[in-house]
């Protein structure tokens, strides 16, 4: 993997954050995805990885249906923490979207099995 | 996970710098555009207005940027506002890089109704064309681009709210535009942002601030593409509905109101105790997804 993030802005607003990476990448989940995820509490944290060279940014990060708050890693890293009180047992579906409009797409089908 | 439950949205998060976008939903849902007047005989009057059809890049929610096709570089796009019986003249202007038209919801000939392959029909990029037209009937209207693909000249964002009001006004009060709107950035036909007036959850941050005991009028109209109705609901009141706003008595006293695609209503209302009051559409995956707001009710 030649992932290799750089991390652009993390603004610390309120009481939560709101950070916005560069991925090398490209648009509609095609040259960016999601490697894994893992489960943690309270959050679902994503390993992307990507096969192009040009660089885009996300945005906006969507679980079923609804905006979440998110942090991404170090620069150098590829894990993106997503704030959802994930259940055991239930399905999930992401979108990471990129300033472009363009999403990266995964879904997690049992919440609790490996992923 | 930060923020509040009911919302399912996040705390520490903000709206689009107006500064972007180049027009501020804090402003457009007040902003009502008259047109340019002159008095005809028999005390009517004539009104013109100027659209100008171009792309911009706009901003949707924080980050996320949405190549739109506007009217007047703002989505929607200007409130156009008038009595009941002025004479209209729109002169429509096409910069964009596709064939646009405005149709305009009311009664008037078909060959200023904006629709392809009658009258001016489709007007061309460079090209401009006048709509006239009486304004009739007195009401909550539309108008929008008639284009095809129909979809998506309405979802990249040429549309507006188009008021007729009755000869004699309505009650003096402090009116709000809403237009309930929706966007597909990735292009997957799943709308991933909701809103009023475009930027998600905007006025959730830019709370609408209006009076206690004084009367609130919403010209609330649906534009959204992909879903087949919206909804709007208040916390903390109720609020008389006139649909269409074609009639001045209330058929209707209630705390929601749903609309399909188009459809338009218009809302009174008085908050009676000051405080902060949320608004939303109760689908709830619209809500989550942007379409939230808040009054701020002061003294």
Redesign the interface.
């Known amino acids: 993997m030649k992932l290799a993030i750089a991390l652009i802005v993390v603004a ?7 950070a ?1 990476h560069g991925m090398p990448g490209g ?2 989940g095609v040259e960016v995805k999601v490697k894994h995820a893992k489960l943690e509490p ?1 959050r679902i944290v994503l390993t992307l990885e990507s096969h192009a060279d040009n660089v885009v ?1 996300v ?2 990060a ?1 679980v079923n ?5 998110f942090l991404a890693g170090t620069p150098g890293e590829a894990d993106i923490a997503l ?3 994930w259940i055991e047992g239930e399905s999930y579906e992401i ?1 990471l ?7 990266v797409d995964f879904e997690i089908e049992d919440a609790g099995e490996p992923t | 996970m930060s923020g509040s439950m009911h919302t399912g949205f996040a705390e520490g998060r903000t709206t689009v710098d107006p500064a972007v976008n180049g027009f501020d939903p804090s402003l457009v849902i007040r902003d009502f555009d008259w047109g340019n007047p002159r008095p005809l005989s028999g005390g009517r009057t004539l009104r013109r207005y100027e659209l100008v059809a171009y792309d911009k890049e706009i901003e949707i929610v924080p980050g996320v940027k949405f190549k739109a096709w506007t009217y007047n570089g703002r989505v929607p796009g200007p409130t156009i506002r008038c009595r009941e019986g002025d004479e209209l003249e729109i002169h429509f202007v096409n910069a964009g890089t596709h064939p646009h038209t405005i149709h305009f919801h009311g009664i008037h000939r078909d060959v200023v109704d904006g629709v392809p392959g009658i009258g001016a029909g489709l007007i061309d990029v460079g090209d401009e064309f006048t709509y006239s037209f009486t304004a009739e009937p007195f009401g909550l209207h539309l108008y929008h681009c008639h284009s095809s693909p129909l979809a998506e000249h309405i979802s990249k964002g040429l549309y507006g709210a188009f008021i007729i009001d009755p000869k004699d006004g309505r009650p003096p009060a402090d009116e709000l535009m809403m237009m309930q709107n929706a966007f597909d950035p990735n292009f997957n036909e799943d709308n991933e942002v909701y809103a009023v007036n475009t930027v998600a959850f905007h006025y959730l941050y830019r709370p609408v601030r209006v009076k206690r005991d004084e009367l609130v009028r919403i010209y609330l109209l649906n534009i959204v593409e992909l879903d087949p109705i919206n909804s709007f609901h208040i916390h903390g009141n109720f609020f008389q509905r006139f649909p269409t706003g074609t009639s001045l008595e209330p058929n209707e006293y209630t705390d929601t109101v749903v609309q399909g695609q188009g459809q338009r209503d218009v809302l009174e209302l008085r908050f009676p105790y000051t405080g902060q009051y949320m608004f939303h559409a109760h689908k709830t995956e619209f809500a989550s997804l942007g379409w939230m707001g808040m009054f701020e009710v002061v003294e």
């Open positions: 610390l607003l309120g009481a939560g954050f709101v916005m648009s509609g309270g940014s945005a906006q969507i249906d609804s905006y979440v708050n704030e959802y009180p979108e979207l990129t300033s472009t409009g363009s999403s």
